[in-house]
């Protein structure tokens, strides 16, 4: 049973930085390709950005991109999301995510989900 607890979020000013981290366990960490969604009051779950298990192929929501950075650490069992020049949109809850599996940006495709961490971003 993977299990995923995300930590990082807060409150930031426009223009400021978070790096979100999401902990893995339950099984071997390097095979799960990892992503990361957000969900904005009222609306639908979306994706942010996703990255393989070796950590060499990545892909971006065009909204993020440029301004987001995901990682990860097969060592540590740990996914990152470096966010900086954070705009009041941005605002959400971030779901980490896992799947065993090819890249997708489909959330319907991710079987495994952490309980989300709040970013807020004041204007």
């Known amino acids: 049973q993977v299990q995923l607890v995300e930590s990082g979020g807060g409150l930031v000013q426009t223009g400021g930085s978070l790096r979100l981290s999401c902990a893995f366990s339950g099984r071997t960490f390097s095979t799960y390709t990892m992503g990361w969604f957000r969900q904005a009051p009222g609306k639908e779950r979306e994706f942010v950005a996703v990255?393989?298990?070796?950590?060499?192929?990545?892909s971006y929501a065009d909204s993020v991109k440029g301004r987001f950075t995901i990682s990860r650490d097969n060592a540590s069992n740990t996914v990152y999301l470096q966010m900086n020049s954070l705009k009041p949109e941005d605002t959400a809850i971030y779901y980490c995510a896992a799947r065993v599996g090819a890249i997708t940006t489909l959330k319907s495709r991710f079987g495994s989900w952490g309980q989300g961490t709040q970013v807020t971003v004041s204007s």
């Open positions: 990255i393989s298990g070796s950590g060499i192929t990545t």
